[in-house]
């Protein structure tokens, strides 16, 4: 079984994914988000830090 986001999570990964589309969405660095894997991300983190229901990070992607 799949661990579950919830509707907020979602919501705020949705809205850095639009932001990507958009071009408006920047890195820590300040460099501009073409990687859909980044946008993800960014927004999984932005999620974590609101402390919303995420699941969390596999411990073999905590060590690459």
Known sequence: ???KYSKKAQEKI????HEMK?????SGSGK???SRK???AIGI?????????VP????????K
């Open 1 to 3: 079984m799949m661990a």
């Open 14 to 17: 949705e809205t850095v994914m």
């Open 22 to 26: 958009e071009g408006t969405l920047r």
């Open 32 to 34: 501009k988000v073409t």
């Open 38 to 40: 980044q946008a993800i």
């Open 45 to 53: 983190s932005e999620a974590r830090k609101a402390g919303l229901k």
């Open 56 to 63: 969390k990070e596999k411990s073999a992607a905590k060590k």
